[in-house]
């Protein structure tokens, strides 16, 4: 199928034991990032597994998928929308608490970042528990609009976070542990 490549994107990602607390196995992008040639293939080849999907908008969620999704949103002529952390965004917003493999958190999202109806493509750098993810789309939701697909540069399948995102017909992910 024409899968030979000249580099495999996990050869550019990085393992760090125990951080940020003892016992996670972080899994560092930073040195995928700075290679030019990984980079462009990591955004090249999430939108394409999102080109059929006519996606309006490219929501990203804080902090690291703020990295992929606009350079996936510029290749599918979208817009990009961000999901953030508690407090970041200034107008009214729409909420969702969740839990991360390393404690809980929250997101927000404008209320009219989206319309109702758009067609919208959720990517982040990585799916763990798949708590996050599954907090942003239903985010997206709430406003009215609807995820075509969720896309990851790097799932971690042990900690099987895809079941929290079944309904999803479109869960990519580039790299798999
Ligand atoms: P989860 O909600 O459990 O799917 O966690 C996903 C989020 O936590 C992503 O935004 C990741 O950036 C971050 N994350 C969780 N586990 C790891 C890990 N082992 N290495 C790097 N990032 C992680």
């Excluded at 024409?2 to 996990?10: A, D, H, I, W, Y």
């Excluded at 971690?156 to 992910?173: A, F, I, K, Q």
Aim: hydrophobic share 45%; aromatic share 8%.
């Amino acid at each position: 199928m024409g899968s030979e490549r000249p580099f495999g994107l996990k050869d550019w990602i990085r393992e760090v034991p125990d951080f940020p607390k003892p016992g996670i196995l972080f899994k560092d992008i930073t040195t995928l990032l700075k290679e030019p040639a990984a980079l462009r293939e990591t955004a090249d080849r999430l939108a394409e597994r999102f080109a059929d999907r006519r996606i309006d908008q490219v929501v990203g969620i804080e902090a690291r998928g703020f990295i992929f999704a606009p350079l996936v949103a510029v290749r599918l002529n979208a817009g990009f929308v961000p999901v953030r952390k508690p407090g970041k965004l200034p107008a009214e917003t729409a909420a969702r608490s969740y839990e991360l493999e390393y404690g809980t958190d929250a997101l927000e999202l404008h209320v009219d970042g989206l319309a109702p109806g758009d067609r919208v493509a959720l990517v982040d750098d990585l799916l763990a528990t798949g708590g996050t993810a599954r907090a942003a789309a239903d985010l997206v939701d709430s406003v009215g609009a609807r995820v075509e697909a969720i896309g990851f540069v790097v799932e971690l399948t042990y900690l099987e976070g895809r079941r929290r995102l079944e309904g999803y017909d479109v869960v990519e992910s580039l790299v798999r542990y």
